[in-house]
């Protein structure tokens, strides 16, 4: 059977479930998880294919614990000095919040801001 990859993306009401990580200290903003198994919807709330946007807004919503959401995100993005990678790339490479959710998929969020 071949498979497409729209439906690597998954169906409407369906959930696609990937790996989140933070290192850099984020992971305080997260109940000091460094790693989390997390099924996220596999559309927005638009109706439109889950993407890394959407992850960060779902993250801050049902995932972060902490008060402190500036040190993660500004202005509705990730905060610069915060690198991410999607499946080890730089997402740059890979569309930046644009890049459709797939299952399996490794995202990774590096803080590079440090106080001094």
Request: net charge negative; aromatic share 6%; glycine share 8%.
């Amino acid at each position: 059977m071949i498979e497409s990859a729209t439906e690597d993306v998954a169906c409407k009401d369906s959930q696609i479930a990937i790996t989140v990580e933070f290192t850099g200290g984020l992971e305080m903003l997260f109940s000091d998880q460094r790693r989390i198994h997390i099924s996220v919807p596999s559309k927005d709330e638009e109706g439109a294919v889950a993407n890394v946007a959407f992850l960060v807004k779902y993250l801050c919503q049902n995932v972060m614990k902490g008060q402190r959401k500036d040190l993660f995100v500004l202005d509705g993005a990730v905060r610069p000095g915060i690198l991410v990678l999607i499946n080890d790339a730089d997402w740059e490479l890979e569309g930046e919040e644009r890049y459709q959710l797939r299952k399996g998929d490794n995202i990774l969020f590096v803080s590079t801001l440090h106080g001094g």
